[in-house]
């Protein structure tokens, strides 16, 4: 059984840096500790909260409970055949760390998601995606234990119900179920992908060739421009998702603001870029106690230094409420508030 640890500091485990405790506290190492948990009939009383690498999480003052630190390490090629490699991660491991190392390997397909904080098994929760690519782009399967029966089971693609920033394991599995380990398919036939955001003029000027590698250094340095440091200044990455809105609203928008920011989706819909309707609306370096919108990237918000989990939520209704009587959009919050 692993050690327990009450009153457990969780601020330099959140990166909005938010001033946070827990009430009880296990580090998960290995699959079996966990297994040891769910069998633990006193654990069982708690309400249990699973912690990666807490980059997509908005923490109150003291967390109830048993927090469950995802420390799962491990990283190999599983098995390969003529079209893809399948490359498997633990859990716990850090995803930048991890698409460097399968770029070291040669293995191309992850580059386009460099620097995105986080863990490998928070990816599926919320198909992170960055600069045309998916997490289901690149999925094969996960591995997860069922925390209420200790049960294993290995869920394919079609099974997580991947959608934008989106997957069963955001609805139906919340709570139920806690991932050990993912497994990505990385096609063989190296295909790069340069048309999304300023990667392909950035190579150019550069004077680089679209190698994965390259690709994963350009986004890297384009994302460090653009976004702030969590380790100088909290945050949880973009805040809230671009809205995807009907062709009939895209129309009559751009007839009263031209310059829209929008991406054709399909016949029907568009993606909207929610940093321009929040720029646009006015809060875009703007502060509301100790919380502000970026000044270089509206999508972003910071903690200016001693932020409370009830200034996020008042800052992103102020934002929302905004957005919406000017737009008619309703904005969608990406990170997940702890009660």
């Known amino acids: 059984m692993p050690q327990i640890q009450s009153h457990y500091p969780l601020t330099s485990l959140n990166t ?19 297994l040891d948990c769910i069998a633990d009939p006193k654990l069982n009383q708690f309400k249990w909260s699973i912690l990666g690498g807490g980059s997509n999480l908005i923490l109150p003052e003291l967390v109830h409970g048993l927090v ?9 090629l599983t098995h390969e055949d003529e079209e893809y490699w399948y490359i498997t991660a633990a859990a716990g491991e850090n995803w930048h760390e991890f698409v460097q190392w399968t770029l070291e390997q040669g293995w191309g397909g992850l580059e386009n998601l460099s620097l995105i904080p986080g863990t ?3 990816s599926p929760v919320q198909n992170i995606g960055a600069y045309g690519i998916e997490i289901k782009d690149v999925f094969h399967s996960l591995t997860a234990i069922h925390l209420k029966t ?26 139920d179920w ?4 993912v497994t990505f398919q990385l096609r063989k036939r190296y295909e790069a992908k340069t048309n999304y955001g300023d990667v392909a003029q950035e190579l150019e000027r550069q004077s680089l060739q679209a190698t994965a590698k390259n690709i994963s250094t350009v986004i890297s340095q384009i994302r460090l421009q653009k976004l702030p440091n969590p380790a100088e ?14 062709q009939e609203l895209v129309g009559e928008l751009v007839e009263q603001y031209p310059a829209l920011v929008k991406y054709k989706v399909s016949e029907e819909t568009y993606k909207l870029a929610a940093a321009w309707l929040i720029e646009q609306s006015g809060w875009k370096g703007r502060a509301l106690g100790s919380v502000a919108m ?46």
């Open 16 to 34: 909005f840096g938010l001033q946070s405790v827990a009430e009880y506290f296990i580090s998960i190492e290995q699959p079996q500790q966990l």
């Open 68 to 76: 469950l630190k995802m420390d799962l390490k491990g990283r190999q």
């Open 120 to 122: 490998v098994g928070a």
């Open 150 to 175: 200790g049960a294993q089971k290995e869920f394919a693609r079609e099974e997580c119900c991947f959608a934008y920033r989106d997957s069963v394991f955001k609805h139906e599995g919340y709570g």
């Open 178 to 181: 806690c991932i050990t380990a």
């Open 233 to 246: 200044i909290g945050n949880a990455g973009s805040f809230f998702q671009n809205p995807i809105v009907s």
């Open 294 to 339: 970026f000044q270089r990237q509206a999508l972003v918000m910071v903690n200016l230094g001693d932020a409370t989990q009830q200034q996020v939520k008042l800052l992103s209704e102020a934002v929302s409420k905004d957005v919406c009587a000017k737009f008619k959009v309703n904005l969608m919050v990406e990170p997940i508030f702890w009660g």
